[in-house]
T-cell receptor
Framework: DARVTQTPRHKVTEMGQEVTMRCQPI?????VFWYRQTMMQGLELLAY????????DSGMPKDRFSAEMPDATLATLKIQPSEPRDSAVYFC???????????FGQGTRLTVV | GENVEQHPSTLSVQEGDSAVIKCTYS??????FPWYKQELGKGPQLIID?????GEKKDQRIAVTLNKTAKHFSLHITETQPEDSAVYFC????????????FGSGTQLTVLP
């Protein structure tokens, strides 16, 4: 059963700490998306990778957020330093460049206190 | 970029009745319109999608209609069941080659037993 795997599922951290969220895309998928979900803003695209190269990260606060794909099986989203306003559920999704369907992971619920 | 508006934000129906959720989009070049269902504590899951070369698509109790002239598409759920209760999102791709999705604000559907 192919699925997108995200770790951790939950993270509580103190303001100012570094947070790293990880995503394992579905094997064979070459596009990876990071979304943030909040009550106020809904689902917002933060970053988008194709074949491990970042294509669009315009939705991501550059001063504290960074997204990388060290290899085809791992995508990371880092926040340093974290702030209370970063509290949200962060979703990773993967797909095929030739297709349009995006498969979502279960998300990481981040709480910054 | 794409702008997707979704209505209503909440919808309550009696079990067995039909539910309709509507979305409008702004980019006339958009050609793919998926609908996602998100259950509590889970990531969005694709339930049905439609491409611009057809006006309607049906899969058992769910159907999607598309009016390209008016730039709106709708999700129809017939014979609703309590397990249909969830948040539903429509989406449309951003223009250009990136294919990232812009999501609507979501509809909380509650099916009352």
């Amino acid at each position: 059963d192919a699925r997108v795997t995200q770790t951790p599922r939950h993270k509580v951290t103190e303001m100012g700490q570094e947070v790293t969220m990880r995503c394992q895309p579905i094997l064979g998928h070459n596009t990876v998306f990071w979304y943030r979900q909040t009550m106020m803003q809904g689902l917002e695209l933060l970053a988008y990778f194709r074949n491990r190269a970042p294509l669009d990260d315009s939705g991501m606060p550059k001063d504290r957020f960074s997204a990388e794909m060290p290899d085809a099986t791992l995508a990371t989203l880092k926040i340093q330093p974290s702030e209370p306003r970063d509290s949200a559920v962060y979703f990773c999704a993967s797909g095929l460049a030739r297709g349009t369907e995006a498969f979502f992971g279960q998300g990481t619920r981040l709480t910054v206190v | 970029g794409e702008n997707v508006e979704q209505h209503p934000s909440t919808l309550s129906v009696q079990e067995g009745d039909s539910a309709v959720i509507k979305c409008t989009y702004s980019d006339s070049a958009s050609n793919y319109f998926p609908w996602y269902k998100q259950e509590l504590g889970k990531g969005p899951q694709l339930i049905i999608d439609i491409r611009s070369n057809v006006g309607e698509k049906k899969d058992q109790r769910i159907a999607v209609t598309l009016n390209k002239t008016a730039k709106h598409f709708s999700l129809h759920i017939t014979e609703t069941q309590p397990e249909d209760s969830a948040v539903y999102f429509c989406a449309a791709p951003s223009s250009g080659s990136a294919r990232q999705l812009t999501f609507g604000s979501g509809t909380q559907l509650t099916v009352l037993p």
